[in-house]
């Protein structure tokens, strides 16, 4: 059980989770990177993977600067908007806080529309988390993104 | 952040939301106009009739008697019952509390399902509501539904 | 309204909630029966027989045993991974604590995840639970899994 953890650490959480899908769900990926501490890691990668303890992922990013790239060259290749995400997450469970570190986890489902107004499930996975809560806002110092099917192929430019 | 944001008003959007989903996925249409006050505003519009600004929508309902209304024609135009939804709602996020107004967001994952049992997808989208919080129960003084596609067709007869 | 819940209380059942989705998607299914009390009520059943009053179901136990020969039996049936799921449940609506007693409902959409990768809207539908909150950890004394469609066939092994 994770009564113990504090309210406010608990609201700011998922004020983060929210604000984190919307950030993309926007298309406003230029914010994107300020989620994230530095330096950082964010990682897409599938459940058999990340089992098999592979550090490795279809996108991986190791500093702000180098989410910063991902975006500015994400915006070169998409000339025009070829497709939305919508993410819906579920609850968060808090593992751990310990100091100012928070371990999480929450389990998301992606739809994605297409500029034709096709709408799909994309993908499903868990977000795996480790977070800053000793100060606000709230920044991810580890986001691992476990997807279920490890069928995610070159149509992933928007991050996840 | 807003976790300064009483904790019972919190839960009371969060029960608004769950309440209001449970009302439409169960068929108790006729209590769906108390949900709202009156007068009020529901729309249901797409993401980029909504950026553009239009104040039109596929639906649009100024006052609690024109919902009364639509469920009313709603029901004849259903004979028989040809499909059900299921919403499912992300965490809500609380904008601002000012007075008795609360202004949120909330995603929203709709899936229909037909009468011989077929399932898909349906909607995906967001609610951007106003909401009463001056009283219980709470209502919604206004509650747009943005569709993240713009392909939401003639099926669409029972309020989203 | 429930806002008069005990805030441990609502936090603990959350935390079920994800536990329990948590367990099977993680395919740790031997683990899954300590989520029930002994005796208790396990039911995937449908929205029309359910709401027809019906008592059987798709799936049924009344034990812990049950609960154990259902995965001893899954694990032989399916001599390795066939698919995968993965849950998406809503916010929780806790309609009374009466002693120990929670009654509570929750919507849930799950993804089936094939071996090769396709994955798919498998089920929605609600949990309908009567909850131990009586001491921790909590446990279902009743948990009825009732699906919107009637077309959930013989792919049903794993517990939902």
């Not at 650490?9 to 530095?38: H, K, Q, S």
């Not at 489902?109 to 096709?118: E, H, K, Q, S, T």
């Amino acid at each position: 059980m994770s009564a113990g953890i504090d309210l406010g650490v608990r609201l700011g959480i998922g004020e983060l989770m929210a604000a984190y899908a919307d950030c993309i769900d926007d298309d406003r990926l230029e914010e994107w990177p300020d989620f994230f501490g530095d330096p950082c890691r964010y990682l897409i990668t599938d459940r058999d993977s990340h089992e098999a303890g592979l550090k490795h992922g279809v996108i991986y990013c190791a500093s702000r600067g180098m989410l910063v790239d991902r975006v500015t060259t994400l915006r070169r290749v998409l000339m025009f908007e070829a497709h939305r995400y919508r993410h819906l997450v579920g609850p968060t469970r808090i593992l751990t806080v310990q100091g100012e570190v928070a371990e999480t986890r929450t389990n998301v489902i992606v739809a994605r529309i297409m500029r034709d107004g096709a709408t799909g499930l994309f993908a499903t996975g868990r977000y795996l988390d480790r977070i800053d809560v000793g100060r606000e806002p709230y920044r991810f110092i580890e986001r691992l993104v476990v997807l279920d099917s490890q069928k995610i192929d070159t149509l992933l430019v928007i991050p996840l």
